[in-house]
Nanobody, 120 residues
């Protein structure tokens, strides 16, 4: 069982930056971030392959979010810039899917989620 632990959520003003971290117990394959706003389905944000050479972003965050990973620390990051109120959601770290997987059903391991709130 792979247990992922996210951190870094919080309240930020629109236009501001925020970074999230996700620590895995060991090295993992492709990893990704998803988010879920109240009343909505969990949606794909970005993903990255094991080596970090391939990334995949949802259109809604392209140019604003990046998803670096540090395999030496078994840590995945989500660097968010130019945040918008519509980015408000619980953000989840996931592992076990493919870098091209955009459905949450294709991921096996999940973190507990961290709240991101963007005020206007």
């Amino acid at each position: 069982q792979v247990q992922l632990v996210e951190s870094g959520g919080g309240l930020v003003q629109a236009g501001g930056p925020l970074s999230l971290s996700c620590v895995a117990p060991g090295r993992t394959s492709s990893m990704g971030w998803f988010r879920q706003a109240p009343g909505l389905e969990r949606e794909f944000v970005p993903a990255i392959n094991r080596s970090g050479s391939i990334t995949n972003y949802a259109d809604s965050v392209k140019g604003r979010f990046t998803i670096p990973r540090d395999n030496a620390k078994n840590t995945l990051y989500l660097q968010m810039n130019s945040l918008k109120p519509e980015d408000t959601a619980v953000y989840y770290c996931a592992a076990g899917g493919s870098v091209y997987s955009t459905s949450p059903l294709e991921y096996v391991y999940w973190g507990q989620g961290t709240q991101v709130t963007v005020s206007s």
